[in-house]
C-alpha cells in the first residue's frame, strides 16, 4: 500500500499529523470540494451572523464530518508523524 492508497470503499486517510483524515479519492475531494463551496455560497447569500447561515452550515458540518469519518480507512486520532 502507498500512502495515498486506501483499500476500496474508503475516500480518506487519517492524517500524519494532527487529528482528522484527508481525502484521498475522487469521492474523498468531490465531497471536500462540494462542502466548501457549499459553505461558501451559503456566506455570500445568507452572510455571517445570518440565523440560516448557522441552520444550513452547523448541519452540513455534521454531516461531512460524519461522511468523512465512516469512510476513512483507519481511526481518527491525534498523530504525530508515522
Known amino acids: 500500500m502507498t500512502d495515498d492508497s486506501v483499500r ?10 494532527g487529528y482528522g483524515a484527508t ?16 459553505a461558501v455560497l451559503l456566506v455570500n447569500h445568507a452572510g455571517w451572523g445570518h440565523p440560516a447561515f448557522y441552520w444550513l452550515l452547523i448541519p452540513s458540518t ?18 504525530w508523524g508515522r
Do not use: N
Open 8 to 17: 476500496p470503499g474508503f475516500w480518506f486517510k487519517p492524517k500524519a499529523f
Open 23 to 38: 481525502p484521498v479519492t475522487w469521492q474523498g475531494w468531490t465531497l471536500t470540494l462540494a462542502y466548501v463551496l457549499s
Open 62 to 79: 455534521v454531516a461531512m464530518l460524519w461522511i468523512s469519518w465512516i469512510k476513512t480507512d483507519g481511526e481518527w486520532g491525534w498523530r
